[in-house]
């Protein structure tokens, strides 16, 4: 007897949060059609889709092509070749909608490298390169450019990676004038 009890007990409490649920019935209103109503339109979610971006659409205007050929080829001038290997080179527009630029290069060996960097058409830019080491401070060395000639800098360089970054003064969208820019790092 005493384990019938027991086992009542043990069966009652297994039924009792059970039966707690078992009761519990949610009623979800239906709208109320008559045969003159048509059916409500069944909307299917759209995902937002983000504005087709693709490349820059190039500028037309003939002048300004001109002047940034021209100013291509000054800033070819300033950078001229040098004696020994080049580890980074890059140039790229000031302005515009696909202005400045940014590039990484591998270092072979540490040592003595001589970064020069120039920009044309433009009152000026500046140019950071360096390296990034974990556990080392980020410390990247900054040319200023006052577009008059190239500026050049020698520096330490350990093996493994170099970045150049080119810096503009103004954010945003700036107009389109043909300015242009450039870094080369040597050894």
């Given at each position: 007897m005493?384990?019938?009890?027991?086992?009542?007990?043990?069966?009652?409490?297994?039924?009792?949060?059970?039966?707690?649920?078992?009761?519990?019935?949610?009623?979800?209103?239906?709208?109320?059609?008559?045969?003159?109503?048509?059916?409500?339109?069944?909307?299917?979610p759209?995902?937002?889709l983000?504005?087709?971006?693709?490349?820059?659409?190039p500028?037309?205007?003939?002048?300004?092509?001109?002047?940034?050929?021209?100013?291509?080829?000054?800033?070819?001038?300033?950078?001229?070749p040098?004696?020994g290997p080049?580890?980074?080179?890059?140039?790229?527009?000031l302005?515009?909608?696909v202005?400045?630029?940014?590039?990484?290069?591998k270092v072979?060996?540490?040592?003595?490298y001589?970064?020069?960097?120039?920009c044309?058409?433009a009152?000026g830019a500046k140019?950071?390169?360096?390296?990034?080491?974990?556990?080392?401070p980020?410390?990247?060395?900054?040319?200023?450019?006052?577009?008059?000639?190239?500026?050049?800098?020698v520096?330490a360089?350990?093996?493994?990676?170099?970045?150049?970054?080119?810096?503009?003064?103004?954010?945003g969208?700036?107009?389109?004038?043909?300015?242009?820019?450039?870094?080369?790092?040597?050894?």
């Amino acid at each position: 007897m005493k384990y019938r009890r027991h086992r009542l007990a043990v069966a009652l409490c297994l039924l009792i949060p059970l039966s707690g649920t078992a009761g519990c019935v949610y009623e979800y209103p239906e709208p109320v059609r008559t045969p003159t109503t048509a059916p409500e339109p069944v909307h299917t979610p759209t995902p937002d889709l983000p504005p087709a971006v693709g490349p820059p659409k190039p500028y037309t205007d003939p002048q300004v092509l001109e002047r940034e050929v021209k100013n291509y080829a000054e800033l070819d001038r300033l950078l001229r070749p040098v004696s020994g290997p080049v580890l980074l080179f890059e140039e790229g527009p000031l302005d515009g909608p696909v202005r400045g630029f940014g590039t990484t290069a591998k270092v072979p060996a540490a040592g003595q490298y001589t970064v020069t960097a120039a920009c044309v058409g433009a009152s000026g830019a500046k140019v950071s390169v360096g390296q990034e080491y974990p556990g080392a401070p980020f410390q990247p060395m900054e040319l200023a450019l006052d577009c008059a000639g190239a500026t050049s800098q020698v520096i330490a360089l350990q093996q493994g990676y170099v970045f150049a970054h080119l810096l503009l003064p103004s954010p945003g969208d700036t107009p389109w004038t043909g300015a242009v820019g450039g870094v080369r790092v040597s050894g």
